[in-house]
């Protein structure tokens, strides 16, 4: 009965630090995506992501982040040199496929990165 | 570009009684889906429920109902018997075909015991 695994749950990291955040979608999922939450905000959509491939990443900030979801394993976003800034929620969410809207996406328990 | 819009940065209710959350969005879609989000406190994001676009009747989900209005585009979220559980941030969100779900900036809900 596993849901959408998100890993760390908390994560700090000093300025100029890499953080990495994993991602485990739910079991029969191959799509995963990626939003991040400022405080006091509603989520933004950074990346859409299936196996292997990048479908959209729009809403990702063109240095420093970067996402995958390899063949194998749980998908990764990175950010690389991290400023204050990106101190935030990030929620993974995965769904059994695309083309039907109607399917929710379901959520992680999103990993709370806190910049020093 | 499809917007959401809360206008309601927080809510109060007595406890059992009823409280309805507005959401308005703007679209030029005509097929599309509607969704209520609950973050408690432990920041999880719940699924409360969800809506198709071409159903006209209303969703239901034991104590959350909606109130869609297709021509107004508004999305309300009617929930009754408030119970002390239903503190959280609730958010509604707009997907159509596209995968990407807009989200509004949420509505703080507080229950008075």
């Known amino acids: 009965n596993a849901g959408v695994m998100q890993n760390p749950r908390h994560l700090v990291r000093r300025r100029g630090q890499e953080a990495r955040l994993r991602c485990s979608p739910m079991k029969g999922h191959s799509h995963v995506y990626w939003y991040r939450q400022l405080p006091e905000e509603g989520l933004k959509f950074m990346v859409y992501?299936?196996?292997?491939?990048?479908?959209?990443e729009s809403g990702m900030p063109k240095e420093r982040f970067s996402a995958e979801f390899p063949k194998e394993g749980p998908s990764i976003l990175r950010i690389q040199q991290v400023v204050r800034g990106d101190s935030a929620a990030y929620f993974c969410?995965?769904?059994?496929?695309?083309?039907?809207?109607?399917?929710?996406?379901?959520f992680g328990d999103g990993t709370r990165l806190s910049i020093l | 570009a499809q917007t959401v819009t809360q206008s309601q940065p927080e809510m109060s209710v007595q406890e059992a009684e009823t409280v309805t959350l507005s959401c308005t969005y703007d679209t030029s879609e005509s097929d599309y889906y509607l969704f209520w989000y609950k973050q408690p406190p432990s920041r999880q994001m719940i699924l409360v429920i969800r809506q198709e676009a071409y159903k006209q009747q209303n969703a239901t989900e034991n104590r959350f109902s909606v109130n869609f209005q297709k021509a107004a585009k508004s999305f309300s979220l009617k929930i009754s018997d408030s119970q002390l559980g239903d503190a959280a941030m609730y958010f509604c969100?707009?997907?159509?075909?596209?995968?990407?779900?807009?989200w509004g900036a949420g509505t703080k809900l507080i229950i008075k015991p």
């Open positions: 992501l299936q196996k292997e491939n990048i479908i959209d």
């Open positions: 969410a995965s769904s059994p496929r695309t083309g039907r809207a109607n399917q929710p996406q379901h």
């Open positions: 969100a707009y997907k159509d075909s596209n995968y990407q779900l807009i």
